[in-house]
């Protein structure tokens, strides 16, 4: 079987991209896959790193503002559809997916106008434009919420959750492997701090501003600070001089920064919620409040409507994030509790439900 999978932008689409690729490689290791991409964009790099092929198309997105980059757009729209209808040629696929991001929507409207059945897998309670044009002509839209039906036709839509990578899943095997990797001592307790793929301004200021009561309470911190602050974060740091404290641009082993996290502090992007659902970690969600249509709060509010995870506004971070982060380190009642209720929200069969519906199409 071959399949195209296309998509991306950050981490929240590329991530899902390469479980379902994962799964259908695992049901069956025949299976040829070719991942199509933005130039220029995040899976140009991430998705080889996972041992995929991807292939670049020349699509941008148009801004809301008025701006000359919005004159190229149409041109760079046909280009894109051009070379996505040299890549279906080319490769011949079986069938193909989108995930979300600009480069789904050429590589779908090319596989549709030759026949070839697609399937979109939507993260979040709030269906992306890309998403809704392309749902007319797909054949299976899986989604992770409720209530989808406002986006997407009845019948297409397959309840199944989002897909996250295996290694994540069994990450509680890797608690050793994890201390080891990030250098950290088994007898601290250690907080996992996550903004998304691309690192989270909010979520940055609060805790420089209070890394020195992290170290003075004898916290380990494991900081993902996205590209845009880790120079800063590194100089916040030293002044500390304290090598408890961790910061990475990006951490390419979540598994292991989830398996040695005691809590998380993270954004509330779709797959960051999935994820911690699985791994049953306790956490802060700070979702990002200019998300479209707010629907990082409501992935957050998904969570806390069940008491499975606390809510810090982006609003009162700065004040706020800090102390709720080391109350909820000092309350191991309150971190069983909260990792009781995450780990009944998830939904550990997503990739391979929708692998499986992949290969129904294909029959
Ligand atoms: C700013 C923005 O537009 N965010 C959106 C983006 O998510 P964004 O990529 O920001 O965040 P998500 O939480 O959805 O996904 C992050 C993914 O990147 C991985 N990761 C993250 C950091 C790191 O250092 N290493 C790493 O591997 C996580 O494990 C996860 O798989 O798409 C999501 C899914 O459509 C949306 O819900 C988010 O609102």
Redesign the pocket.
């Known amino acids: 079987m071959k399949v195209i999978i296309s998509g991306g932008g ?6 899902p991209a390469i479980a379902i690729a994962n799964e259908l490689k695992a049901i069956d290791p025949a299976t040829e896959i070719l991942f199509v991409g933005a130039e220029g964009k995040m899976e140009m790099e991430k998705v080889p790193r996972a041992g995929y092929t991807i292939l670049g198309l020349p699509v941008v997105g148009i801004k809301r503002e008025l701006t000359l980059s919005n004159l190229a757009f149409p041109f760079k729209l046909g280009r894109s559809l051009i070379r996505a209808q040299q890549i279906v040629r080319d490769f011949q696929p079986d069938a193909a997916i989108g995930v ?1 991001g600009y480069a789904s929507g050429p590589l779908l409207l090319a596989a549709s106008l030759k026949g070839v059945p697609t399937l979109i897998q939507e ?2 309670s709030y269906a ?1 434009l890309t998403n809704k044009v392309l749902a007319r002509w797909a054949k299976r839209i899986c989604v992770a919420y409720p209530g989808m039906d406002a986006f997407f036709s009845a019948d297409k839509i397959k309840m199944t959750g989002n897909p996250v ?1 295996s290694d ?1 899943q069994s990450a509680n095997q890797q608690v050793d492997a994890g201390r080891a990797f990030f250098s950290l001592e088994s007898t601290r307790s250690t907080l996992l701090i ?1 903004g ?3 690192g989270a301004r909010t979520i940055n200021e609060s805790i420089e501003g209070g890394l020195q009561r992290f170290v003075d309470a004898g916290i380990q911190v494991i900081w ?1 600070t996205g590209p845009a602050f880790i120079e800063r974060a590194r100089t916040a740091i030293a002044k500390t001089g304290s090598a408890l404290i961790k910061a ?1 641009d ?3 082993d ?1 598994d292991k920064a989830y398996a040695v996290a005691d809590s998380v502090v ?2 509330a ?5 999935s ?1 911690l659902c699985l791994v049953g970690r306790p956490a802060i969600l700070v979702p ?1 409040p200019t ?1 479209a249509e707010d ?2 709060t409501k ?1 957050a509010m998904s969570l806390v409507d069940h008491q499975a995870a606390l809510l810090v506004n982006d609003r009162t971070a700065r004040e706020d994030l800090v102390t709720a982060a080391l109350n909820l380190l000092a309350d191991p009642a309150q971190q069983l509790k909260l990792s009781q209720q995450i780990k009944t929200l998830a939904k550990p069969n997503a990739a391979r439900d929708i692998a499986n519906e992949v290969i129904k199409l294909t029959k």
């Open positions: 950050t981490g929240g689409h590329i991530y979300g993260q979040n992306g990578r994540i996550i998304g793929s691309q993902q990475y990006f951490i390419y979540m993270s954004r992007g779709a797959l960051s919620v994820e990002l998300a629907h990082q992935n």
